[in-house]
T-cell receptor, first 112, second 112 residues
């Protein structure tokens, strides 16, 4: 089944403890992206990648890192999480520049 | 800054009614357009693409008006299961970015 898989689905962590949210797609898509969604603010792009080893900042990159060492994987790294990073996170992938995104099921992160 | 604007609602509509909502975009060079559906706390899912000639899929019709820079979504014979948030998405393909800009969504509630 063609899909975007992100893990974990739920995560509660403490301020400052490094964490990684994994994202994998099995559709051989070129583009991958991370979004966060907060009430009233909609989806905001954190980082995106147009291909292996090519990443770029979205609208809200501060406090996050990403890497694209393989085409299928695009992990999101929070080196020192803070409470303002409590949010619902979505990973997404798309085939090409004109395509629509397919989203993963989301990761609900709480930083206390 | 590229903008995609939607009325957040909520739109409360009786079951069986026809409902329509619009989305305006600021970049006249925008090239492709989509409507996504998002259920509460779930991932956004592609509802339909919007073509220059319009697009119809069952009870759903999407139209594009390039001159006035808006797209619309019409839902006929609305069902309780249509209750969701509908996201307008515009693809600009500009500036080396991944191109997609999401609206904040219109919340639709179908009432029995």
């Amino acid at each position: 089944e063609a899909q975007v898989t992100q893990n974990p689905r739920y995560l509660i962590t403490v301020t400052g403890k490094k964490l990684t949210v994994t994202c994998s797609q099995n559709m051989n898509h070129e583009y991958m992206s991370w979004y966060r969604q907060d009430p009233g603010l909609g989806l905001r792009q954190i980082y995106y990648s147009m291909n292996v080893e090519v990443t770029d900042k979205g609208d809200v990159p501060e406090g996050y890192k990403v890497s694209r060492k393989e085409k299928r994987n695009f992990p999101l790294i929070l080196e020192s999480p803070s409470p303002n990073q409590t949010s619902l996170y979505f990973c997404a992938s798309k085939k090409g520049a004109r395509s629509d995104y397919t989203f993963g099921s989301g990761t609900r992160l709480t930083v206390v | 800054r590229k903008e995609v604007e939607q009325d957040p609602g909520p739109f409360n509509v009786p079951e069986g009614a026809t409902v329509a909502f619009n989305c305006t975009y600021s970049n006249s060079a925008s090239q492709s357009f989509f409507w996504y559906r998002q259920d509460c706390r779930k991932e956004p899912k592609l509802l339909m693409s919007v073509y220059s000639s319009g697009n119809e899929d069952g009870r759903f019709t999407a139209q594009l008006n390039r001159a006035s820079q808006y797209i619309s979504l019409l839902i006929r014979d609305s069902k309780l299961s249509d209750s969701a948030t509908y996201l307008c998405v515009v693809n600009d393909l500009g500036g080396g970015a991944d191109g997609l800009t999401f609206g904040k969504g219109t919340h639709l509630i179908i009432q029995p």
